[in-house]
């Protein structure tokens, strides 16, 4: 035996079979991290995305009373003055109460309503609509059957409708739009699950004896589930405008409670004397909604391998590599 077949050598690579989740986390964690700070828009969209959560989580705690407290002799003084106290920077309202203020535990309203009703209809549909896409027959026409029964009703017409017959009420509105959201996320995941079905690797599950279970939270879940959460942040958007549609006509969020499409309803009245009142609110929904969709748009290539090397390259060389190649065509 020479020399060189004594020294033992060490795999460098895992064995086949071996697990090495922790790594892989790590890595895909690294990945997703790069190729949001190489794109500066997402990136932006991501920060005030998650100070808007922050703002909803800690927020009310910090401005205690002062969305609640009157004080007539300041009603209705104009932003961007800080005589009357740091926290009546935007303003005040009729009631002489801090717009500042009021924005934060609106915010918290707002938000509790939009994400649960996403979290719900996703869940549901996702669910469903991968049960009926992997087992096919009649399980997905009864499936596909009652999500057009629930489309064929305008979702926000049916809100309005179900919510004058009932209180309305937080609750109520979060399972009102919760179900009309479910056929989206049903139908999507329908759709993937039956084109996975056929594939090679699950027909290998089956032949290894994997349960059908099994097979979709193993093997069709991952690889549904980055679509479903372009579609959820999507829908986040749709979501907390008909909220704020419906708080706007009335028969939303009530007061006591403020959500940030009753302000603006609350404010309509004032806009030539107090414009501030409507302003505010509605520039905080058009900042929520574009950095959810800039956000959705970005997930939507990242988590496409044929798309994702566009995040990869400078933004400098991508415009250049996108003008030359509309030259040569």
């Not at 290894?208 to 991952?222: D, K, M």
Request: charged share 15%; aromatic share 8%.
């Amino acid at each position: 035996m020479t020399q060189i077949d004594q020294v033992p050598v060490k795999p460098t690579t895992p064995i086949v079979g071996e697990p090495d989740t922790e790594n892989s986390v790590k890595r895909t964690r690294s990945l997703w991290f790069r190729l949001l700070i190489n794109d500066r828009v997402a990136a932006l969209a991501a920060g005030v995305l998650g100070v808007v959560f922050l703002t909803a989580i800690f927020g009310p705690m910090l401005v205690g009373e002062l969305a609640t407290r009157i004080d007539l002799d300041n009603s209705n003084q104009p932003p961007f003055t800080l005589a009357h106290g740091w926290a009546n920077v935007l303003g005040t309202d009729p009631l002489g109460r801090s717009m500042l203020a009021r924005l934060i535990v609106a915010c918290r309203t707002t938000l509790s309503v939009a994400v649960p009703a996403v979290v719900i209809s996703a869940v549901i549909g996702s669910a469903v609509g991968m049960w009926a896409g992997f087992y096919r027959g009649w399980r997905e026409t009864v499936a596909m059957r009652i999500a057009d029964v629930i489309m064929s009703f305008p979702s926000l017409l049916l809100a309005v409708v179900v919510l004058y017959v009932f209180s309305p009420s937080a609750a109520n509105i979060v399972l009102v739009l919760a179900i009309t959201r479910i056929p989206v996320y049903l139908r999507t995941a329908r759709a993937e699950s039956a084109e996975l079905a056929s594939r090679v690797f699950v027909d290998a599950a089956r032949t290894f004896g994997a349960g059908a279970t099994s097979i979709i939270g193993r093997h069709v879940l991952p690889i549904v589930l980055p679509t479903l959460l372009t579609v959820a942040t999507l829908d986040f958007c749709y979501v907390m405008l008909a909220e704020s549609s419906l708080s706007f006509l009335g028969i939303g969020i009530q007061p006591p409670d403020v959500s940030w499409g009753l302000m603006v309803s609350q404010g309509r009245t004032y806009l030539h004397t107090a414009w501030w009142l409507s302003f505010f609110p509605g520039l905080a929904i058009v900042i929520t909604t574009v950095s959810a969709t800039i956000l959705a748009a970005w997930a939507r290539i990242a988590t496409d391998p044929g798309q994702r090397w566009r995040l990869t390259v400078p933004q400098k060389s991508l415009a250049k590599f996108t003008k030359s190649g509309k030259a040569r065509a």
